[in-house]
């Protein structure tokens, strides 16, 4: 007797479950790899350089920039565009991960515009992959969009709908800060539309926003505005504190698991990665900044830089085992940059580097041999039309460039803006909205010959609040 078989519905339904199961997100790798992902200081190291030096073509790279877009300023390196041309000098196929800060929330359709099309550049005339993340760290008031749901969701809904429209391939990237020291000893009160941003940060309805609370579902826009989620992790000592002890090996999961690593015990409601991760199977997840701190000002009996980048590698970046208990983290941005920063005011230079130090480098390169099968490496590639093999282009599609200045003298620096306390970055004022604009329909160049020296570089990015 013939065994029966499902009808045509339940054929059906099983084709679905199974689709359902299998969806992947936009440029996800294919089967257990991940993407691995370097943001270097463009004034100090290009993605080309850095490949060199760790023997290997990484297979994205993160740039930054401002939305409204200032000027680029030839002669201190202020403003502009990302320097995205430093990626395609890698003669690889390594994805563009452009990161965008709103100087406000006082958006012009003609900023996402020229956003749009700035990305569209990307992927038309070089076919390059694109990745955007915008306003991230949107939990904290270390930039001026932070900690303001009320404001931020319906800006991040004009975004997302403008640039598709223009772009429809690139990945969008919402990427909040850890929940493991949230609220972050922020005020609510203190802030513009304070009763509406109450209503939507006060999760627990008991009038106060405080750990209690979730960290991400305010400011989340909803599955239809998302395509990647990224989240910030950075190490920088025992309980937050400017201290150089190596970090404890589950680290990073339990950031994953939005786990306080002082306490042990899960911070507020919301487990980041069961919530925005494993229950999103046509999304995925990214660690989009990392890194473990050394502080090159401590004193006295603390561990090494090695010690300390050697834990976070083997217990974060190239811990194989972590990958296979968080399946949907496909990518890993590390943070490759030395910084003053400044946690409560107190200015402490860290350097979360690994490919500086030898001794770090080759802790890297051999981690990084053991797991070759674990990531997906960028495949080389011909240098697009137009784009020098080194420096500054002088004159790129898309606003890259400019034709009447020098080549190859100044080099734009990650973000030549700061925003402000509570910042690991600096404390430098931001230019408003409106003279961002200014500048934009400005023409900034000067004459720079090959003898002339270069004036100091502005400050980068800002950063993340506690933890």
Known sequence: MRASRPGAAGAVLSLLATMSLTRAAMYEPSGNQV??????????????????????????????????????????????????????????????????????????????????????????????????????????????????????????????????????????????????????????NAQPNAQQNLQLLDTNGDGQVTAADDAFSPFYPGDDYVDWIGLSVYYKGPNNQNINEPQQADFCGMALNNVNPNTGVQAGPSNFYQTYCAGKLSKACMFAESGAAYHTNQTGGEASQVAIQTAWINGCTMNTTMYGVFPRLKMWMMFEHAKTEYDGGVADFRDYRVAYDPAVRSVFESALATATTQFAFAIPTTLPAGVATSGRPSDLPGGQGNSTAAVGIVFQTARAFDLGAPSLFGNVSLVTAGAQRALQAATISVTVGLATGVAAMISRRAGRGPI
């Open 35 to 188: 993407l691995l992902g370097v943001w270097t200081d463009p004034s100090v190291q290009s993605p080309l350089q850095f490949n060199q030096e760790v023997g290997g073509n990484m297979s994205a790279y993160q740039v930054a920039q401002q939305i409204p877009l200032p000027a680029y300023n030839w002669v201190t390196g202020a403003g502009g565009p990302a320097p995205a041309y430093q990626v395609l000098q890698t003669q690889t196929n390594a994805y563009i991960a452009l990161t965008v800060y709103p100087a406000s929330f006082n958006l012009q359709a003609s900023d996402y515009t020229q956003l749009g099309q700035q990305i569209l550049n990307y992927t038309a005339n070089y076919q390059r992959q694109v990745f955007l993340r915008f306003a991230p760290e949107m939990q904290g008031l270390w930039f001026p969009y932070g900690f303001q749901p009320y404001s931020y969701l319906p800006m991040w809904r004009t975004m997302y709908t403008s640039i598709k429209a223009i772009v429809p391939d690139v990945a969008i990237v919402w990427a909040p800060n850890t929940g493991q020291s949230y609220p972050y000893g922020q005020n609510v």
